[in-house]
């Protein structure tokens, strides 16, 4: 088995090596990552400026671009076959909730999804700035040993969220839905050595929806979170409600 594996963090990582060396049981594992810090790229692919790729070692990759530019330019470039598996991670924090969107380690997954390659995205909550990666390899395996029995459904990637012991003692598994997380949405404005400003996006967590079925209830109570996701935005449940606006305007 061809294993691809990438992340948001960047090819230095400590995430994306123990990502490596839990899935390097399972099949031959390459490496495409981005070469520096790529947090919050979500699915964004490069157009408009050219991508440089550098090999760091035997199957190991480093490349100017977003995560989603990684498993593109890997499927579609640097490797001899198409993986049978993209895994995208390590992260060092959550992503929970609305942080889908948003989230370069998730984007990375679904490209692979996009392409019809089954993907999984992996995440490591922790309560305290100690992240511990060798604490999640065994919960990545087992989430791995599942794939390799049970499948993933063509167009669905799963989305895995791993509480850190600072969080919670672990439960089990649960399969869950996305909760909501809401954030105060700061502006931090501040001024450079010159006089110039700029600007942080920053924010707290406000509230989140702790719902025992949510991904973030689940984590909170020690259960490792396991998300089914699709790119598939489309509303389907309100499609009916716009047909007047396919009425021709008597007024035209």
């Known amino acids: 088995m061809l294993i691809l594996v990438t992340n948001d963090d960047g ?13 390097s049981r399972f099949g031959e594992v390459y490496v495409v990552a981005p070469e520096g810090e790529r947090s919050g790229s979500s699915h964004a692919i490069t157009l408009c400026e050219p991508l440089r790729v550098r090999e760091f070692g035997p199957r190991w990759w ?4 977003t995560p989603t530019d990684c498993v593109f330019i890997a499927i579609n470039h640097l490797l001899q076959r198409r993986p049978d598996l993209v895994l995208s991670g390590i992260n060092r924090g959550p992503n929970l909730g609305g942080d889908v969107l948003y989230s370069g380690t998730v ?3 679904m490209e692979a999804t996009v392409q019809h390659i089954p993907a999984i995205a992996f995440s490591l909550v922790s309560a305290t700035d100690d992240y511990p990666f060798s604490h999640a390899q065994p919960h990545v395996a087992h989430v791995l040993e599942r794939v390799m029995r049970h499948g993933i459904p063509d167009g669905v990637m799963l989305n895995v969220n791993i509480p850190a012991p600072s969080l919670a003692p672990f439960r089990g598994y649960r399969v869950t839905r996305l ?6 949405n700061d ?5 450079d050595p010159r006089g110039a400003s700029y600007l942080w996006i920053g924010g707290t967590r406000v509230t989140m ?9 689940a984590v909170h109570e020690g259960f490792v979170s396991i998300t089914p996701l699709r ?14 606006f396919e009425e021709e305007d008597t007024c035209l």
């Open 209 to 217: 929806d702790m719902s025992p079925q949510t991904d973030s209830g």
């Open 231 to 244: 790119p598939d935005l489309m509303a389907h449940e309100v499609l009916g409600k716009f047909t007047a």
């Open 187 to 191: 502006v931090i404005v501040r001024t």
């Open 179 to 184: 909760g909501r997380r809401i954030y105060s």
């Open 107 to 109: 984007g990375g997954a």
């Open 11 to 23: 090819l230095l990582a400590p995430g994306l090596r123990a990502l490596h060396d839990a899935a």
């Open 62 to 65: 480093g490349l100017s671009g």
